[in-house]
């Protein structure tokens, strides 16, 4: 049975975490691979609207079994601050799983990423410190919490026995879940234009948000993998430094910021706001094999007369092809029949961008506001 990865085609808050809640029905686990609570996804739920920022998108369905993996960087006590606001340990007994290979964020990586993040605008969540410690061998890890290190229970103290009975082995967890037919989600933090490696360097973040993280972050091999799901904003934001070619720094970016409602789930910041660009969304498709994509926030673009595609000239200019508005609202819609043409035209578009078909539009943050195409 199949695992399928969701993963960001920009730099991040592309609107993962309503598809995965979307999508989880489908699902028997959803698991995080990397990051840490630098994330924050939304999920919109009958109005209700709740950030997960450490846990899986998975959480407010009570058949998923939630699963933070070893590619994970933690804060215990943003974790368990959440596992309290999602009815507490007993709640989650059973369903909230926490690899013991995954990384602690100290307050020591806190305070150093608070002094040294500036220039890259970093969420001062200590996640660069945390995998630095990782990468040098010194970092601590959740199993030093059952083994009783005296340091981490020390800083820990009051939450280190939250946290402890969902630590265990998710990688055989997962291999064991995975042959016996169980059907898999793994869910995509930050976004592919963020990956250490593959992103905007140094404007990026600490781990690989690309699609070999969720190979390494879970322990699951290539085989298990099915079909990457990309998530796609039918415009582009970015909060944090470095280069966007299509950043509207104008009224148009303004429009955006305040009709998409684009400030940080995480840290509250102005999202910076611009139009799609070709070359960068391409470039993430080909990374990442992805081989179905999800737009999202279709509807923020009622609202404009010409959508613009900037496409790079050679000159390291961009130039932009443009697209007709459609001028009529397709906020809440469900039904692919009543998405007016030139909406269509636009995501058919996109689908000749990315080379691979669009089977999703998502038209509000709620759970359900989902056009199947
Ligand atoms: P993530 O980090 O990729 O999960 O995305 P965030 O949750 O940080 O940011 C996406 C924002 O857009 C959230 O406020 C969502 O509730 C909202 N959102 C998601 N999908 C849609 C949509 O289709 N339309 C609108 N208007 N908002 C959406
Ligand atoms: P989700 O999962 C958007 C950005 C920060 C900064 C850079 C490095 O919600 O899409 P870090 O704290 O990771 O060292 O910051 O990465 N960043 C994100 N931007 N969405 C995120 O997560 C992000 N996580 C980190 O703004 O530019
Ligand atoms: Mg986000």
Redesign the pocket.
């Known amino acids: 049975m199949p695992a399928d990865v969701v993963l ?1 085609l920009s ?4 609107g ?2 309503k598809v995965v809640d979307y999508l989880a029905k489908n699902y028997d686990y959803v698991v995080r691979f990397h ?1 840490g609570n ?4 939304t999920l919109v739920l009958n109005g209700h609207r709740i950030a997960v920022h450490a846990l899986p998108s998975g959480i407010l369905h009570p058949h998923i079994n939630n699963v933070i993996g070893n590619g994970c960087v933690v804060d215990p006590l943003q974790l368990a601050k959440e596992i309290e606001e999602h009815g507490g340990p007993t709640a989650l007994k059973g369903r909230l799983f926490i690899s013991h290979a995954a990384h602690l964020i100290t307050p020591t990586s806190i305070n150093v ?1 608070r002094a040294t ?1 500036a220039t ?6 200590g ?2 410190p945390t995998y630095a410690a990782k990468m040098r061998r010194t970092g601590l890890r959740m199993e030093d919490i059952i083994n009783g290190d005296i340091e981490v229970w020390d800083t820990f103290r009051e939450v280190c026995g939250i946290i402890e009975p969902f630590i265990c082995n998710t990688q055989n967890l997962l291999h064991t879940a995975h042959a016996s037919g169980a059907n898999i989600l793994l869910e ?4 592919t234009l ?1 990956d250490i490696d593959h992103g905007t360097y140094p ?4 781990s690989n948000c690309t699609i070999g993280g969720a190979l390494t972050g879970t322990g699951l091999n290539h085989k298990a993998i099915r079909k990457v799901i990309g998530v796609a904003k039918a415009y582009t934001t ?5 280069p966007f070619p299509t950043e509207q720094n104008n009224d148009i970016g303004d429009k955006l910021r305040k009709v998409g409602g684009e400030y ?4 509250g ?1 102005n999202r910076r706001c611009g139009w799609l660009n070709y070359s960068d969304l391409r470039k993430a498709c080909e990374l990442n094999g992805v081989d179905e994509v999800v737009v999202t926030k279709l509807d923020v673009l009622d609202q404009f007369k010409m959508i613009p595609v900037g496409y790079p000239n050679g000159l390291e200019r961009i130039q932009y092809s443009e697209w007709n508005g459609w001028n009529r609202p397709t906020k809440g819609l469900r039904d692919k029949t009543l998405l007016p043409q030139d909406a269509l035209k636009y995501i058919q578009h996109i689908s000749t961008i990315t080379r691979a078909p669009v089977t999703h539009i998502s038209t509000s943050p709620e759970r359900e506001d989902m056009i199947v195409l």
Do not use: C, M, P
């Open positions: 960001g730099y991040g808050d592309e993962k975490g990051g630098n994330a924050g996804h990423d993040g890259v605008g970093t969420t001062g969540r996640i660069g995509g933090a930050q976004g963020l404007f990026v973040t600490s970015r909060v944090g430094e470095g940080g789930t995480t840290t910041r």
